[in-house]
């Protein structure tokens, strides 16, 4: 890559400003999935071994008001990376002042510490996410002119935390995890082997509903599943109960499905519930048109068969987001059947993506029957429409 990468600074004796990507499944305060803490051991045990001092900066989940905090603290994600470590991992809980100052100020070499969510900072003003030029400054004045970005999985952010700090240090140098997704993933999609299918699920339909476009410009079939999905039944005249979907969206879905021209694959039948917590009845339906009263969680037989017809000799898949809930075993078999209609393709080569897509892969026994499982989910989507990462863009050429 053209930017500096970690390799490329002395780090010994320094404080080295870390971004990474923490952003990890939680349920009840438990991590389910620790992947983005694992990937990104490399860089910090680099960064530690050199005897540099690492203040690790994450977000988690996203934080609009005060009562969003809840459960969104990087507590547990502090306790789980001092175990992996092996080391004490300091952390004070606060995105700024005094306390963190002296905490940052007493770190010898070869010490961490973890700053606390970073999205704490959205409540007043979205300082983090609208990448507020004092927050940025600020966060770079704790360290000393070096920061490492390792934080694939928000890449596609401008935020204070990676571009923020970035525009005010020395040095903004890759670490390895970000320097290992890019190769991977810009090589596989470059020229990509075909057919090359696309899949996009997951619930956070208004962000990403915005790469299908280009995705249809670059793959040979779009599979639209998850949350994703009801937006378009819906712009297509289906019946979709409560499902999730974002009505400011149908002209833009109606519009997709018009230029997509067939390359757009939506599930044919679903399984539904009448709550999403707490249901009493749950049923697969018949046809696309979902009960009222009841929300489409998963896909059901009918869409599996046709994942295995549609996905039959590719030889390049890139999927982000479940097709279903798959945290609940009641609605795992689609994202399942999905799984193996992708790995079972002769030499296909195949990305999954993104906290919990990876989460999915991991959890549900896939880890080794893919390609490569990325730790960005958007960012992943947004490197295969050919577009160019803030997060990557503010490093420092080499
Ligand atoms: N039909 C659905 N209704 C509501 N949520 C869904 C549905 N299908 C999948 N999901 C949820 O989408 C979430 C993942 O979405 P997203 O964050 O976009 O994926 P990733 O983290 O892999 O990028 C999962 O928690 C999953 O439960
Ligand atoms: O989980 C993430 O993205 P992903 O769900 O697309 O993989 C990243 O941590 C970015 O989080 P954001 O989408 O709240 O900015």
Redesign the pocket.
């Known amino acids: 890559m053209a930017k500096l990468t970690v390799k490329d600074v002395e780090l010994k004796g320094k404080k080295v400003l870390v971004r990474v990507d923490f952003n990890v499944?939680l349920k009840d305060g438990v991590i389910t999935n620790d992947n983005r803490i694992t990937a990104a051991l490399p860089t910090i045990n680099y960064i530690l071994e050199q005897g540099g001092r690492a203040i690790l900066f994450s977000h988690l989940g996203r934080v609009k008001e005060e009562a969003d905090k809840a459960g969104k603290s990087l507590a547990p994600v502090a306790k789980a990376l001092s175990e992996k470590l092996g080391k004490e991992v300091v952390f004070t809980g606060t995105t700024r002042g005094a306390e963190l100052e002296a905490a940052i100020a007493a770190l010898k070499d070869g010490e961490i510490l973890l700053v606390e969510n970073t999205r704490f900072e959205d409540i007043d003003g979205k300082k983090e996410s609208k990448n507020d030029p004092e927050l940025g400054k600020y966060w770079a004045s704790l360290g000393e002119g070096i920061f490492v970005n390792d934080a694939f999985g928000t890449a596609h952010r401008a935020h204070a935390s990676n571009v923020g700090i970035s525009a005010n240090v020395d040095k903004a140098v890759a670490g390895f995890l970000l320097e290992n997704e890019i190769a991977y993933i810009q090589e596989a999609v470059e020229a990509p082997e075909r057919p090359f299918v696309a899949i996009l699920?997951?619930?956070?339909v208004s962000?990403?509903i915005g790469v299908i476009e280009n995705l249809l410009s670059k793959a040979d079939k779009v599979i639209i599943?998850?949350?994703m999905?009801?937006t378009f039944l819906k712009a297509q005249g289906y019946e979709i109960g409560t499902?999730?979907v974002e009505d400011d969206k149908l002209d833009l879905a109606k519009e997709l499905l018009e230029k997509a021209a067939g390359k757009l694959i939506l599930p044919l039948d679903h399984k539904v519930a009448n709550a999403?917590a707490g249901y009493t009845e749950v049923k697969e339906t018949a046809d696309q048109n979902i009960p009222e009263g009841f929300?489409?969680?998963?896909v059901a037989s009918k869409t599996i068969a046709d994942y295995n017809t549609q996905l039959e000799g590719a030889k390049t898949v890139v999927w982000?987001?479940?097709?279903?809930?798959?945290?609940n075993p009641d609605f795992q078999a689609g994202t399942v059947g999905l799984m193996e209609a992708i790995v079972k393709q002769p030499g296909v080569k195949s990305i999954i993506?993104?906290?919990?897509?990876?989460a999915?892969a991991i959890n549900l026994g896939y880890a080794d029957k893919f390609s490569w499982i990325s730790t960005g989910?958007?960012a992943s989507m947004e490197l295969l429409e050919g577009k160019v990462l803030p997060g990557l863009a503010s490093l420092t050429e080499k």
């Open positions: 499944p699920g997951g619930s956070k962000d990403k599943g998850g949350g999905a009801y499902s999730l999403f929300m489409g969680l998963d982000n987001g479940p097709v279903g809930v798959f945290e993506g993104g906290g919990d897509s990876a999915a989910g958007g």
